[in-house]
């Protein structure tokens, strides 16, 4: 299987499109190219009942992190601070970056 390549990456501040979530904002957390999923920090919040083990000898209800699809979430430009579609640019030295299709601004650093 080959690895797809996402508008998103670790890090990014992104903008939930759709779901219950739809129009907060979030650091993306972890990638699952995989699985075409994403977590984004405190956001599709779900409660997990956990059993005791030795690292949690409490047990109980765990409140954690979803994945959420990727088509669901938009990247948040850091110079037009709303979010906009993304598209891949060639730079000089021959490398790619992403760009901000709204302001025309490298998103990348």
């Known amino acids: 299987m080959a690895t797809v390549k996402f508008h998103v990456?670790?890090?990014?501040?992104?903008?939930?499109?759709?779901?219950?979530?739809?129009?907060?904002?979030?650091?993306?957390l972890r990638v699952?190219?995989?699985?075409?999923?994403?977590?984004?920090?405190?956001?599709?919040?779900?409660?997990?009942?956990?059993r005791p083990t030795q690292l949690n000898p409490e047990g109980g209800i765990v409140e954690k992190e979803a994945p959420l699809s990727v088509s669901n979430v938009m990247l948040v430009c850091s110079s037009c601070s709303e979010?906009?579609?993304?598209?891949?640019?060639?730079?000089?030295?021959?490398?790619?970056?992403?760009?901000?299709k709204k302001c025309n601004e490298i998103v990348d650093k």
């Open 9 to 28: 990456k670790k890090d990014d501040m992104v903008k939930i499109i759709a779901g219950k979530e739809k129009g907060k904002t979030g650091k993306v």
């Open 32 to 50: 699952f190219p995989a699985k075409g999923r994403v977590v984004v920090e405190n956001l599709n919040v779900i409660k997990r009942h956990t």
């Open 83 to 100: 979010a906009a579609r993304t598209g891949v640019r060639v730079l000089e030295d021959g490398s790619k970056a992403r760009y901000c």
